[in-house]
């Protein structure tokens, strides 16, 4: 196997109180060894002169991102009119090429922008899955499940599990019904039995609007956490909630359980008037919570440094408290804890053994004059951007670099999504 050395960089993770220089060396798709800067003499495959830091790859915890083919569509209109008359009839005229091509797209700018892996729930998954494998990115697949009254998506979703899981070392599969009001609670326990027996995570849409509660049908029959006990959605081995903006304060603790994580979108929250998490409150009660983006049609950009630093910031606004939320405890939730939420257990931390998704950020730039061994989160959150990203590795793969992708030609990844969007929308 390939042995790489990135010498002399910055590393820093969710479990180090200091970013320290180090000579970092991958081997195939692992993590080898690391030893203080300047032990390693030769093999290097990266030069960092301690002005380039390393740190563990993004995980993108909640989106859709074949929704790139959407972006734009309907801009700022109210929610229901914008799913109802923008959203759904476009997507109704999907099909598995333009969601693959779509998919592509949204891989390019994830690479780009620091993510080495991504949870997606869409339809046409297996070509999802096609196109992670094509590009060499990490995911957790699901296929949405809304309505279902034949139970075919359930089994789509059974079969992308055959097929998928565990494929490459790359893809884990969990099951997806979409939200508590798109499918109804008898599929809701049985899909929650089918993750039990088949062993498979559920990645479900949870309190994202103030009114989701009550078009559920369950509003005054039993609360949102009755709801998730007695479908059995609680015990499943792996459950990523998506949103959680309405998860009452005081129901936090229910929460904070080893097989369940929140995964927080700030940004498409804020874009759809969805509200504010009240995130202080979850992380104080010990919940496990990951970054997510949502879909391109509701954010706008895949970019997880924009969901750190709306993440790290507004909760100290709206809690009128600088200490809230700060950026080492975003960034943990943008690396570690939406590996561990897509069942990556050994992904998200820069340490032997573990998978070698890593980027590589330019520190050797105006905004990070001042940067030391015990500042570097904030710099990175508060200062840094996507564009610092020099490179980006999954599974010892180097799939981005200055610029450039290595593996695939984006100049043909775009050209295929926009005949996709035109396709599909009638225009660019
Ligand atoms: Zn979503």
């Not at 993004?58 to 801009?75: D, Q, W």
């Not at 690396?335 to 050797?364: P, S």
């Not at 570097?376 to 996507?386: D, I, K, Q, R, T």
């Amino acid at each position: 196997m390939i042995k790489k050395l990135y010498r002399d960089v910055v590393v820093w993770d969710a479990e180090r109180d200091s970013a320290d220089r180090c000579d970092v060396v991958t081997e195939g798709d692992k993590i080898l060894s690391i030893f203080p800067a300047g032990t390693l003499r030769s093999g290097c495959a990266y030069e960092g002169r301690g002005k380039t830091a390393l740190i563990p790859g993004f995980v993108n915890a909640h989106g859709h991102a074949a929704m790139t083919l959407l972006r734009g569509l309907g801009e700022e209109l109210p929610l229901m009119e914008w799913l109802q008359e923008k959203i759904w009839p476009v997507e109704n005229n999907l099909d598995g090429d333009m969601v693959k091509k779509g998919t592509a797209l949204a891989i390019l700018e994830m690479l780009s922008t620091g993510t080495t892996c991504f949870a997606d729930m869409y339809f046409y998954m297996d070509k999802v899955a096609e196109a992670s494998l094509e590009n060499g990115i990490r995911c957790g697949l699901s296929r949405g499940i809304v309505g279902d009254s034949d139970g075919s998506k359930l089994k789509e979703n059974l079969r992308l599990a055959r097929d998928y899981h565990g494929k490459e070392g790359l893809i884990t599969v969990q099951l997806g019904p979409h939200a508590p009001y798109t499918v109804d609670f008898d599929l809701m326990k049985e899909i929650a039995a089918k993750a039990k027996e088949e062993n498979l995570g559920v990645q479900l849409h949870w309190l994202e609007t103030s009114s989701e509660w009550s078009i559920s049908g369950q509003e005054g029959r039993m609360t949102p956490e009755e709801y998730l006990s007695e479908t059995g959605m609680i015990d499943v081995p792996s459950l990523l909630l998506a949103h959680c903006v309405w998860v009452g304060r005081e129901a936090s603790s229910f929460y904070a359980r080893e097989n369940v994580t929140f995964a927080h979108n700030p940004k498409s929250n804020l874009k759809l008037g969805s509200g504010v998490a009240p995130l202080p409150d979850y992380l104080k009660a010990g919940v496990r919570v990951a970054l997510g983006t949502d879909g391109a049609a509701s954010n706008n950009r895949l970019d997880i440094w924009d969901e750190l630093r709306c993440a790290a910031m507004i909760h100290k606004g709206t809690g009128n408290d600088p200490t809230l939320v700060t950026s080492a405890e975003a960034l943990k939730m943008a690396t570690v804890n939406g590996a561990r939420a897509l069942g990556f257990k050994d992904t998200g931390l820069i340490k032997e053994g573990y998978k070698a998704d890593m980027i590589l950020i330019d520190l050797d730039q105006p905004h990070y004059v001042g940067w030391d061994s015990g500042n570097l989160p904030g710099f990175l959150v508060y200062a840094g951007s996507s564009a610092d990203v020099k490179a980006t590795v999954v599974a010892g793969r180097v799939l981005y670099q200055n610029g450039s992708f290595t593996e695939t030609d984006k100049d043909r990844v775009i050209a295929e999504a926009k005949a996709a969007r035109r396709k599909l929308t009638g225009h660019e």
